[in-house]
């Protein structure tokens, strides 16, 4: 019998996974899944949870919650020799891997699209000794993300990290950097880079309107020094997908990316502090198996199709 294995933050979606876990049990069970459950106790559980199915070779893991426990499940699977498929349940507050793969926020939704059986391959992003599905990016703008407060990000979503630069913005000295993409090097005063994974970050679902998630590239935005102008400019155009020719963006797509800073930057980690740079930044393709609806699986082949 196969088996399944679900990992889930119980405070996350105001405890909705908590409340619905044995509905959802119920469901992987009917489709043939001996189905177990392990609810996250801390930072860092669900990649030791993770490790634990990869050792014992479940067919599925399901991680439900936010991006973060996604990242913390896909942190203990990526590079082992035995990865089960992954599928995904969201419950956080942006929900970006779940928006970027098109899989419904209603859990049961979202519990369907497993149940369903359809899957894709898609890429994985290594940082240094780390793992993001969605970005890596480092300058004093990324850290806006640790100091948006929880309650600001949910009543006002990608306003309340717009707020933050623009608060920000006047404090922030841009940082001499070198960054090595593929064939090519870049060095330059820059307020932030992007290195992207899906096409929806921090709940701008424009912010890297050309990412695809099975190519084996990543989407890589630079942004140079900014005044004040510059930045809401660069901003207000990122809403509708429009910065990427602005005089003030780099933009380009790699495999491969080196960063070095010539003073101290933070790496940001799927919304989350990843350590100091320097950094090396790899495109693991089609790594994972993930669940997926099949409006995905066919958006992602016709834009193969057409590139």
């Given at each position: ?36 459950a392990?609810?996250t ?9 993770a ?17 973060g ?6 942190n ?22 779940a ?30 000794d780390?793992?993001?599905?969605n970005i ?6 990324t850290?806006?993300?640790?100091d ?6 949910t009543?006002i ?30 060095e ?14 921090g ?7 050309n ?20 930045f ?13 020719n ?22 940001n980690?799927?919304?989350e502090?990843?350590?100091q740079?320097?950094?090396e930044f ?11 609806p ?11 199709q057409?590139?």
């Open positions: 019998m196969r088996k399944a294995r679900i990992i889930y933050n119980p405070t996350a979606g105001r405890e909705l996974i908590k409340k619905n876990i044995a509905e959802i049990l119920q469901q992987l069970e009917q489709i043939g899944y001996e189905t177990s392990h609810a106790t801390s930072e860092g559980d669900a990649t030791i949870a490790r634990i199915a990869v050792e014992r070779k479940y067919d599925l893991v399901i991680a439900a919650g936010g991006d426990t996604i990242n913390e499940v896909v203990g699977i990526a590079e082992k020799p035995y990865r089960p498929k992954l599928g995904i349940i969201p419950a956080g507050t942006t929900n970006d891997f928006r970027a793969l098109h899989i419904p926020l209603d859990i049961m939704k979202a519990v369907e699209v497993i149940t369903n059986g359809n899957s894709m391959h898609l890429d994985v992003g290594a940082a240094n780390q793992y993001f599905i890596a990016g480092g300058g004093k703008l850290e806006l993300t640790y948006v407060p929880s309650k600001l990000k009543m979503g990608q306003l309340a990290y717009y707020i933050k630069g623009i608060e920000m913005l006047p404090s922030i000295k841009p940082v001499h950097t070198i960054i090595e993409l593929d064939d090519r090097v870049i330059e005063d820059i307020m932030l880079f992007l290195i992207s994974n899906s096409n929806s970050v709940g701008f679902e424009k912010l890297a309107p990412a695809k998630l099975d190519d084996g590239y990543f989407d890589v935005i630079i942004l140079l020094k900014s005044h004040l102008a510059d809401i400019r660069v901003a207000t155009s990122a809403l509708r997908g429009a910065h990427l602005d005089k003030s963006v780099i933009y380009t797509q790699a495999k491969h990316i080196k960063v070095t800073p010539t003073d101290d930057m933070q790496m980690i799927d919304g502090y990843g350590g740079l320097p950094g790899r495109n693991l393709q089609q790594h994972i198996e993930f669940m997926v099949q409006e995905f699986i066919n958006e992602q082949k016709n834009n193969n057409t590139r």
